[in-house]
């Protein structure tokens, strides 16, 4: 353990016993005959030194550790966390164009989180289908889905300026996800299934802050997205 040592009134009684046990002896040799002396001596010099001892013990004081500061994380972990996370939440699952396989869709890695393609064209929706308790409808890559809500398409996550997040700043990101409203804006539309509205709620602002770096990270994308169609108007998609 490390000690602070600062000098004080207890201090003062450290350095007074101190000398005290230093002139001890000779004063004792003056007041008593030569046969007492050893017995005294040692008796008086065995008490000042353990005054001694404790008030090294009591001037002393454990040195307070600081807790120390976590290192900033770099731009690069961010962007490494953010990545992770977006690859954990799903992200791609909805936000990236797929390729069918024999094994079902997979993303297209040559358009990663570009959102739902625009000019995708819809099959036929029958509307009778997809009202509360019946079939919700997804697309054949899974970025656009059609249920009693309207029909919501994936958002552009690529940071082109003009069709993606490449004008929006972090605190808007985090507005968005941690709100649920379509653009952060407070009294707009809330976000559309299937995106969680209250996903952005359970992540701390430096999680959020990482996935944002993440996205504008990434190659931008230019792909306008269709706007989301209300109930009203899913009959009328063509």
Not at 7 to 32: A, G
Not at 63 to 69: C, I, L, N, R, V
Not at 187 to 216: E, H, N, V
Request: aromatic letters at 8%; a positive charge; hydrophobic letters at 35%.
């Amino acid at each position: 353990m490390h000690y602070k040592f600062t000098f004080s009134q207890k201090h003062s009684i450290l350095l007074h016993n101190t000398i005290c046990l230093l002139v001890l002896p000779n004063y004792i040799n003056l007041l008593y005959p030569m046969k007492k002396l050893h017995k005294v001596s040692m008796l008086a010099i065995g008490f000042v030194a353990i005054q001694v001892v404790l008030s090294f013990y009591c001037c002393t004081e454990p040195e307070q550790k600081t807790a120390s500061t976590p290192p900033a994380i770099t731009k690069e972990q961010m962007i490494e966390h953010g990545k992770n996370l977006v690859m954990v939440a799903g992200c791609n699952d909805c936000h990236s164009p797929k390729i069918m396989t024999a094994q079902g869709p997979v993303v297209d890695s040559t358009r990663p989180l570009s959102g739902s393609p625009e000019g995708m064209k819809l099959p036929d929706i029958d509307c009778k289908q997809v009202t509360p308790g019946k079939w919700y409808l997804g697309s054949s890559d899974l970025t656009a889905w059609v249920g009693p809500w309207g029909i919501s398409y994936a958002a552009n996550l690529t940071p082109d300026s003009t069709t993606g997040i490449g004008g929006w700043t972090e605190e808007t990101f985090i507005k968005i996800l941690r709100s649920g409203k379509f653009m952060g804006i407070d009294a707009g539309r809330p976000i559309m299934p299937p995106m969680p509205p209250t996903w952005g709620k359970i992540l701390s602002d430096q999680d959020l802050k990482c996935m944002f770096a993440y996205l504008k990270s990434l190659t931008p994308i230019k792909n306008r997205v269709h706007d989301y169609v209300s109930p009203a108007e899913v009959a009328s998609v063509k």
